[in-house]
């Protein structure tokens, strides 16, 4: 018999609140599987932005490209801009390395 399914810890707000987010002061058990659902879906969404940048700028190239990213207590998953204002229940800060000089 299989054991329960794979569990993590979150701190924050639950994005999926129809009234709105709610603050939990107490962790929520996230399921494994439904980050790495979310997180493969928005590094999908991160790539397709990446790419639409090759050939903006002509004769400069990037290495790299650093992005945040928040989880939220439901497990949703999403991209931190710059001066985004919120609080994220949790991030990550991912580095994303060509292995060809990219054209921006």
Do not use: W
């Amino acid at each position: 018999m299989a054991g329960p399914a794979p569990t993590i810890l979150v701190f924050g707000e639950q994005d999926g609140s129809d009234s709105g987010p709610v603050c939990s002061t107490q962790p929520t058990k996230v399921d494994v599987a439904t980050i790495k659902t979310n997180l493969k879906s928005a590094m999908e969404n991160v790539k397709c932005m990446v790419n639409a940048m090759q050939g903006a700028v002509e004769g400069l190239s990037v290495t790299y490209v650093d992005i945040g990213i928040a989880i939220s207590a439901d497990g949703s998953v999403g991209i931190l801009g710059p001066g985004s204002g919120s609080i994220p229940a949790a991030t990550l800060t991912v580095r994303l390395q060509s292995h060809k000089s990219l054209p921006f």
